[in-house]
């Protein structure tokens, strides 16, 4: 589905520069924004590849699993049917640190293999469990201690304080958060009583 709207808005893009007149501006902004592209991604791999490195240490150190127990009253309420899985929860803490840390990129892979796992363990054939739903949502709404790619961002582009995001984003983080959580719970209900 979702190539079809890069589809639709490449076409609707080419379309509005032919009757506006406008073609060799979009085609100088495709160049530019291309190179612009792979200038970021740069000066992003770096601060990426370090905290990767550090969460590739944290679990072969043992880290993950204090984290793990750390996080482990917060995971029975979240995972109550997975809490005693550590090989399913050491994925889940070392995806919840890196969000944490404000790392959405590096959190991405070990997102992945969490759902992986879970999936593993999960009854349902090609339906997501409950489980799975609510560590998406917990992902997608992380909290972010130190808005790291953020901060790394604003500097990219200039900002003299880049980590004046701090507050602001705790509190963005921690309502989004909630509101999720909340909504889950509250349609898990709602479909459980539906069945």
């Not at 190539?3 to 609707?12: H, P, Q, S």
């Not at 509005?16 to 085609?27: D, K, P, V, Y």
């Not at 770096?46 to 590739?56: A, I, R």
């Not at 793990?68 to 995971?75: E, G, N, T, V």
Request: aromatic share 8%.
């Amino acid at each position: 589905m979702i190539n079809y709207i890069w589809i639709g808005l490449i076409v609707f893009s080419f379309i509005a520069a032919l009757i506006n007149g406008t073609f060799s501006e979009l085609s100088a902004s495709i160049l530019s924004s291309g190179l612009e592209a792979v200038e970021l991604c740069i000066k992003l791999l770096g601060v990426l590849c370090l905290w990767s490195g550090l969460m590739n240490i944290a679990e072969k150190s043992g880290l993950t699993q204090l984290i793990s127990k750390l996080f482990s009253p917060l995971f029975a309420l979240l995972f109550p049917k997975l809490k005693k899985n550590k090989h399913i929860m050491s994925a889940v803490s070392m995806n919840i640190t890196a969000n944490l840390l404000g790392l959405g990129n590096a959190a991405t892979p070990l997102g992945i293999e969490a759902m992986k796992r879970m999936k593993e363990v999960s009854p349902l054939d090609k339906t997501a469990s409950n489980e799975m739903i609510r560590f998406v949502v917990l992902n997608t709404a992380a909290l972010h201690i130190f808005p790291t790619t953020v901060a790394v961002l604003r500097q990219a582009y200039g900002s003299a304080n880049p980590f004046d995001i701090i507050v602001p984003a705790w509190i963005a983080s921690a309502a989004t958060l909630c509101c999720g959580l909340l909504m889950t719970k509250l349609l898990e209900r709602n479909y459980g009583k539906n069945k």
